[in-house]
């Protein structure tokens, strides 16, 4: 959901401003974030993604942000899904592995 309300997405998983706002307020009591999955519902709108690490950018600059995926991140034929879905046109995985560094044996596995 945009902060502002600016588009047409503005009540889309409204509840995740309420949550990323917690997450800011209490920020001087939080060492590490983990984001398990889901990390952002864009259906292959791009924009989201922008409105996504703009609202994570006060969290992620503080401390560690770290990430999973989820059927959101890996639902496309040939990315090594069990996920049986194609919401997301393949994109959100691509810009999840690219966007957010996880340390690993093997960073193909996202």
Known sequence: AEADGSNEYNNFQPGSLNTTNQIIQDLNDID?????????YANGYL???D???????PIASKVPYMTASGNHERDWPGSGSFYGTLDSGGESGVLAQTMFYVPAENREKF
């Open 47 to 49: 924009s989201q993604w």
């Open 51 to 57: 409105q996504f690490t703009a609202q994570i950018e």
């Open 32 to 40: 590490v974030v983990f984001h398990i999955g889901d990390l952002c």
